[in-house]
């Protein structure tokens, strides 16, 4: 079955440490992953996408195959970082059906 | 920018009765999509809509659970007869393309207490 599982509810930081936040999946085949955020009183968003192997915000996520992982990244925290991060995985079938992990909440301190 | 707007932002109804949740996507998408969360739970994926059909819903979307786009704007989500369960926080999406690694743009959620 497809799943997607982040192992920490609430990680808390100082400004200016490194943060990851992980996330690792199950899917049968070739996964396109995704971390969306939601910040304080915001809607839902993309933060990034594996397959575009891009860094937003100072974020950067590497799909991992062999471990089956897709943690996200950033080396120096900024306290407007602190959000909800969910992991998301596009389930199979296209039509961007996601299966969402439980998400994160990244707590960033001055 | 263009916004995904949803309506009502929160509504309280009784057990039984039947509720509409609004949606009015992205101008221009083609893709739409409900998901839920339940407090404290995760985000779960209800239902796919493209071409004016399902194209994919979830074991959650039974047969009280329906989405209509009633017109070239809105796009909604019927419970015809609510439960205790369905107490959860409903997101309306949108998206431009249908393939897998499209971006989805979300509402900001319309909350669906049930009494």
């Known amino acids: 079955a497809q799943r997607v599982t982040q192992p920490e509810k609430l990680l808390s930081v100082f400004k200016g440490a490194p943060v990851e936040l992980k996330c690792n999946y199950s899917?049968?085949?070739?996964?396109?992953l995704f971390w969306y955020v939601q910040y304080s009183r915001q809607r839902l968003q993309l933060l990034l996408r594996h397959i575009s192997r891009e860094s937003i915000k100072g974020f950067t996520a590497d799909l991992n195959k062999g471990e089956t992982s897709f943690h996200l990244k950033k080396p120096f925290a900024q306290e407007e970082d602190s959000a909800m991060y969910y992991c998301a995985l596009s389930g199979p079938g296209g039509y961007n059906k996601l299966i969402f992990g439980a998400g994160t909440r990244l707590a960033v301190h001055p | 920018e263009p916004e995904v707007t949803q309506t009502p932002s929160h509504q309280v109804t009784q057990m039984g009765q039947e509720v509409i949740l609004r949606c009015v996507p992205i101008?221009?998408?083609?893709?739409f999509y409900w998901y839920r969360q339940i407090l404290g739970q995760k985000v779960e994926f209800l239902v796919s809509f493209y071409n004016n059909e399902i194209s994919e819903k979830s074991e959650i979307f039974d047969d009280q659970f329906s989405v209509e786009r009633p017109d070239g704007s809105n796009f909604t989500l019927k419970i015809r007869s609510t439960k205790l369960e369905d107490s959860a926080m409903y997101f309306c999406?949108?998206?431009?393309?249908?393939?897998?690694?499209?971006?989805?743009?979300f509402g900001e959620g319309s909350r669906l207490t049930v009494l």
């Open positions: 899917y049968s085949g070739s996964p396109e």
């Open positions: 999406a949108s998206s431009l393309t249908g393939g897998a690694t499209g971006e989805l743009f």
């Open positions: 101008s221009n998408h083609l893709y």
